[in-house]
């Protein structure tokens, strides 16, 4: 029987989660209903990534492709930067604005303790990376 006496904490429970695939995998890769966000780039100097669209497997393949391609040094995350290998033609990365990001990133922000740290997101809209 479980005991309702003890506190559980999910939120340091979700943290643990998030740490240990981030030091197992390099990132972690949160699902929301139309889209999904990495956690962990900025723990490395680099933005946080957020792939929209309700397909979760896709979203995660094409994050962490994005992942080992900057780690890799194939790719640099700017605004704009638009690499065939990965991307459509006219799909680049654009900087997000601080509303977006906190209306979306919230287990980042959990992790981090605070909105300090910079994302991008995928948009359609060819090189200079607006939609």
């Known amino acids: 029987m479980e005991n309702l006496g003890v506190f559980t904490n999910g939120i340091e429970q979700h943290n643990a989660l998030m740490a240990a695939a981030i030091e197992s995998d390099g ?32 979203n995660k393949a094409l994050l962490f492709d994005l992942f080992y391609a900057v780690k890799h040094q194939v790719l640099k995350l700017e605004p704009g930067a ?13 900087t997000m604005s601080e509303a977006e990001k906190q ?20 948009v359609n809209g060819g090189r200079n990376g607006q939609q």
């Open 103 to 122: 209306s979306v990133l919230f287990a980042a922000r959990t992790l981090y303790g605070s909105w300090d740290f910079a994302a991008m997101k995928m």
């Open 82 to 94: 638009v690499d065939g290998l990965f991307f459509e033609d006219g799909l680049a990365l654009a």
């Open 27 to 58: 990132i972690y890769v949160k699902h929301d209903e139309k889209l999904s966000y990495t956690v962990g780039l900025s723990s490395v100097g680099l933005p946080e990534l957020v792939a929209v669209g309700t397909d979760q497997e896709q």
